[in-house]
């Protein structure tokens, strides 16, 4: 069994206090506890698109810039009010850029994507509330990645979304 912590001068060269994963790489205690980061839009946006883009009051909320790690691992925990036309779904995704180069690295999925309604239009379930869902998200390169809520509707209709959050906590 090889080493599983580091203090001092780490391998990479820094400094500090690291353990090492079962794989040989550094995890920083640094990351976790200054690495959590949050964005909030408190305005209420509208969208009608079945496809995952910014609501009517703009883009976000955003997180810019946030530093993933070795393990290249986050958890993303998305926050909102949302109303749903009754008999509709709603969905927030997130979208995850290269924050140096803007390439887009994983775009939102309904897998990954806070969502709240259901039924059908003779049902017209419309509930309504604040929720939240956290992602897993592996897979991305050390580097600084820029975070965006994305919004859409299942099957049209207008839906209500405010008091978005965004939280990241990078790997």
Known sequence: MGKMVEVGKLDDGTYGFALVSPAGELVKLHD????PQ?????????????SY??????AGPTLTGVAIGELGRAIVTLTAYIEPEPGNQAFMGVEIRN???????????????LSLGGGDAIQLIGPVGRSSVEIFVEGLPKGRYTFTAKYRALSGGTHLFANRVVKVQPY
């Open 32 to 35: 976790f506890i200054f690495g």
């Open 99 to 113: 924050t140096d180069t803007n390439a887009l690295v994983r775009s939102p999925v309904d897998l990954d994507s």
């Open 53 to 58: 883009t910014n609501l009517d009051d703009g």
């Open 38 to 50: 949050m964005a909030v839009k408190s305005s209420a946006g509208l969208t009608s698109s079945t």
